[in-house]
């Protein structure tokens, strides 16, 4: 099973483009990262910039709507993430109780969908999308 790791920092959603994390904070969170890698649990995790210099689209009436950041309605935002495949979500929760967070720090457990998941009618109307997907990890190795 894989789960997704959302890391929530309280805050985050007012930082200025260009904040930085700090280093200590760096240092623990890799030491925690490293045991992900070390276990054979990580598939992938990245940091995101503040939403203040991202961009959100919506589709009111179908039509695309850009805004750019920040975003003054957001009360959480996503700091970062991983991507874990474990045998349970209690064994995704263990890990998560193990990252080094701060008191502003909250991580939201998210499973990722499988295609074995779905109605066959969902399957079939997503056909070709592990060939999508195969693609993509292609280009991300590249």
């Not at 985050?12 to 054979?40: C, F, H, I, R």
């Not at 210099?53 to 179908?62: C, D, I, L, P």
């Amino acid at each position: 099973m894989r789960f997704m790791m959302l890391m929530i920092p309280k805050g985050y959603e007012q930082a200025k483009p260009g904040t930085m994390p700090d280093a200590k904070k760096v240092s623990a969170m890799m030491k925690y990262n490293e045991e992900l890698q070390k276990a054979g649990v990580l598939l992938a995790l990245d940091g995101l910039h503040p939403p203040s210099s991202g961009a959100r689209v919506s589709f009111s009436g179908g039509k695309p709507r850009v805004i750019d950041g920040p975003f003054p309605e957001a009360k959480e935002v996503i700091g970062g993430y991983w991507m874990i495949k474990v045998n349970s979500k209690q064994e995704a929760i263990d890990w998560a109780t193990r990252c080094p967070g701060s008191d502003n720090e909250v991580i939201e457990i998210r499973q990722v969908h499988e295609m074995a998941d779905f109605t066959p009618e969902v399957q079939k109307a997503a056909e070709g999308f592990s060939e999508l997907k195969a693609k993509a990890d292609e280009r991300k190795r590249a």
